[in-house]
């Protein structure tokens, strides 16, 4: 059975999936629906882990991460990119404008503004603020769980059943300067291939690389397995290999050509929002320790 046009996305991003949702249902193609929702979560300031108002690293600097595939297996990335809003946008320019993946750093950002992006102080009073309260004890410590306040990952199958995904981060709070996590990385944060389906993942980003999370997802469907045993293998083999998975989170969705959607998560908490006909619905994932 055919289940879509669709649109997917880690945690209760329901505005983002809506606007994806929405354009898909008017014919809007996979990889125009997907960048413009996750767009969403890039401007809301008060999610304080995805693009404008995200939470800057120990000392102070917002960095951001993102990244994009489409139908045809391009891929675009950024990494480490400071003052601009939309990084998810930035990565489409890099897939479609250069002979490259992924751009970092000064060499992003002067990208970035060779394409008419806009630069901005993305550092808002309120994470200006959080970050020095946390400057006080400067503990170190992975955040298990935040609800409705992540790093968005999105998939869309669009009415000709082709899909395209999105991925965009201001990576953990408080993060080491310079530091990278999974989602600006193809095959660890997202993976798309149109004949098999896609995968995107949230949480620990370390754990998440070490494992190629979001391509080992993608690989177990095309041997056979469903989006909801892909993704719960993942999982597993993410705890086989981390003896500390009870001090992290990673949560992973998937979802087929036909359009059926996985989700699995270490710990309880996650949820996948989905648009589907007319209906935005939030979903609590499984999890391996509930
Ligand atoms: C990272 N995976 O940078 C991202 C962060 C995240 O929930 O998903 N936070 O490691």
Not at 149 to 174: K, P, R, V, W
Not at 200 to 219: D, N, Q
Not at 226 to 232: M, N
Request: glycine fraction near 12%.
């Amino acid at each position: 059975t055919k289940n879509y046009p669709v649109a997917v996305a880690t945690w209760n991003f329901q505005n983002a999936t809506r606007k994806a949702g929405e354009l898909l249902y008017q014919g809007t193609s996979a990889l125009d629906a997907v960048e413009q929702g996750v767009r969403v979560e890039e401007s809301n300031l008060k999610n304080t882990t995805v693009g404008d108002g995200g939470a800057p690293d120990r000392d102070g600097n917002v960095t951001l991460d993102a990244c994009i595939m489409n139908p045809e297996g391009n891929a675009g990335s950024v990494a480490y990119l400071k003052h601009i809003a939309h990084p998810v946008s930035v990565a489409r320019k890099v897939m479609e404008e250069t002979p490259h993946v992924m751009l970092v750093g000064e060499g992003a950002l002067q990208f970035a503004l060779q394409n008419g992006f806009e630069k901005k102080d993305l550092l808002t009073k309120e994470s200006e603020k959080a970050w020095k309260e946390w400057l006080k004890e400067k503990e170190y410590k992975p955040i298990i769980n935040i609800e409705n306040h992540d790093t968005i990952g999105m998939l869309c199958l669009d009415e000709n059943g082709d899909m395209a995904g999105a991925c965009t981060t201001s990576g953990l709070a408080y993060k080491m300067n310079g530091r990278v996590g999974d989602s600006p990385i193809i095959g660890a944060g997202l993976f798309v291939d149109n004949e098999i389906g896609g995968a995107t993942a949230t949480g620990m980003g370390e754990a998440v690389m070490k494992s190629v999370g979001s391509f080992l997802v993608v690989e177990l469907m095309r041997q056979g397995k469903s989006p909801q045993q892909a993704c719960e293998e993942a999982v597993k083999r993410i705890v086989g290999k981390n003896s500390n998975y009870n001090d992290f989170q990673v949560g992973f969705i998937a979802m087929n050509k036909q359009g059926d959607i996985g989700s699995y998560c270490i710990h309880g908490g996650f949820s996948y929002a989905k648009y589907y006909k007319g209906e935005s619905t939030n979903t609590k994932s499984d999890s391996f320790l509930r």
